[in-house]
């Protein structure tokens, strides 16, 4: 704890977004449990679809414009791009306020949760590609740590008290909170002034800040490519819908299941907590080291479907959730870090939207699949579902171990060459 402390009291600037973060998040989880909640309960008989093409609406969206926000993080100034974020979705999450009114409503959610992510897909890559100006390379490792934890953390805290409130005050109250936690995330991030760090000569007259000049960077680093495989990999078992269902059919705490919605996803974020910090005790910062890390997750995952998929309980589901998680963040985490040490200045705004890219496409097919696997086979079913993702997210595990294999002994070989 001691390390966290001391790179928020020699990082001001670090630490504003990171107190940012904490607000705008926090609201966030209010939104997601009232949301998924008035979904479900506007659309009875038809929860799976539903519940679907609002994970859908979140995600869609970042995917296609990705190539668009990677190129303006790259070209225009990555703090503007934060500010003006979150003062959109200020008056976004506002207007959601009307869909409290009734079911008639509903489709205004699914348009107004499109524009929230839509926006959403400029501040993620903006964030991560400021972060390296905000702290000494030396702390990359402890910085995006605390960034991943602290999500994790307003996933456990936010999602609980998110659905205390939605129950206790209403959702009218639970989204007024997250209007107001977008508003004070960019008056904290207004002072920040990043570090230079050799911004001038790569944004030269010369560079080019084309999307199709981002692709051709990839193609030459292959090692760097390979890490965008890490979010999309893991994120094609996607754990919302099947939660939004756990939550409102199976185990049915609260009004509508908003409870029982919040207390998953605590036990999701407890997880996602704890993942860096175990693994980080095994973690030298090489790339190396962190690919291998990472293949432990991958299968670790596995392990949280299958446990998710065979539970007759619910403590026993909160802990295939916290399996998964575990796993997930750690991926999310070294995958974040690895190219922030592997990729250039110049090109973080790019490779950051394709991963992200990545991870919403992944998401988009989880959740297609899952929504019409429910349909088709009921929501009593749900439990098959969760253990056919665990089948499925063995495949890029197993690719995953190729791959690590495969650019080990490419590393290995300048060594063995040079001692002959």
């Not at 402890?142 to 996933?155: G, K």
């Not at 209007?179 to 960019?186: P, Q």
């Not at 080990?408 to 040079?418: G, N, S, Y």
Request: proline share 4%; hydrophobic share 55%.
């Amino acid at each position: 704890m001691s390390r966290y402390l001391q790179l928020l009291r020699e990082n001001p600037h670090f630490t504003r977004l990171w107190l940012s973060q904490v607000i705008s998040m926090t609201g966030d989880w209010f939104n997601t449990v009232v949301l998924f909640a008035l979904v479900a309960a506007y659309s009875p008989g038809r929860e799976g679809v539903a519940v679907s093409l609002f994970v859908l609406a979140r995600v869609v969206p970042p995917m296609l414009i990705s190539p668009i926000t990677g190129v303006l993080v790259d070209r225009l100034n990555r703090k503007r791009l934060l500010i003006w974020s979150n003062v959109l979705r200020v008056f976004v999450v506002a207007a959601l306020l009307i869909t409290t009114q009734g079911p008639e409503w509903l489709w205004l959610i699914y348009v107004l949760t499109v524009v929230q992510f839509a926006i959403s897909a400029v501040f993620e890559p903006a964030q991560s590609a400021l972060l390296p100006m905000l702290v000494p390379p030396q702390d990359l490792i402890v910085a995006n740590t605390l960034v991943s934890i602290t999500w994790s953390s307003m996933l456990a805290i936010g999602a609980v008290i998110g659905g205390v409130v939605a129950t206790v005050l209403g959702a009218y109250a639970a989204l007024i909170f997250d209007a107001l936690s977008f508003a004070v995330a960019a008056w904290l991030v207004l002072p920040i002034v990043p570090r230079v760090i050799a911004v001038v000569q790569e944004h030269a007259h010369t560079a080019d800040t084309s999307f199709r000049d981002g692709l051709r960077f990839l193609r030459s680093r292959p090692q760097s490519a390979m890490l965008l495989l890490a979010k999309f990999g893991m994120s094609l078992g996607n754990v919302d819908t099947l939660v939004a269902i756990y939550a409102t059919q199976i185990f049915v705490y609260g009004e509508g299941g908003g409870l029982g919605l919040g207390l998953m996803y605590s036990a999701f974020g407890v997880g996602a907590v704890i993942g860096p910090l175990i693994f980080n005790r095994f973690n030298d910062g090489s790339i190396k080291v962190m690919r291998r890390l990472m293949l432990v997750a991958f299968f670790g995952a596995v392990a949280g479907w299958l446990t998710l998929g065979s539970a007759s309980t619910f403590v026993l589901l909160c802990l295939g959730l916290f399996i998964r998680a575990v796993c997930g963040s750690t991926n999310w985490t070294y995958s974040t870090i690895a190219l922030q040490k592997t990729v250039p200045n110049l090109y973080l705004g790019r490779v950051f939207s394709l991963d992200m890219a990545g991870f919403y496409l992944a998401t988009v097919i989880s959740t297609v699949a899952h929504g019409w696997l429910i349909d088709a086979v009921g929501s009593a079913n749900v439990r098959l579902i969760a253990l056919g993702t665990g089948v499925v997210a063995l495949i890029p595990a197993l690719i995953w171990l190729l791959l690590t294999r495969h650019f080990e002994q490419r590393e290995l070989e300048p060594a063995t060459a040079a001692a002959d």
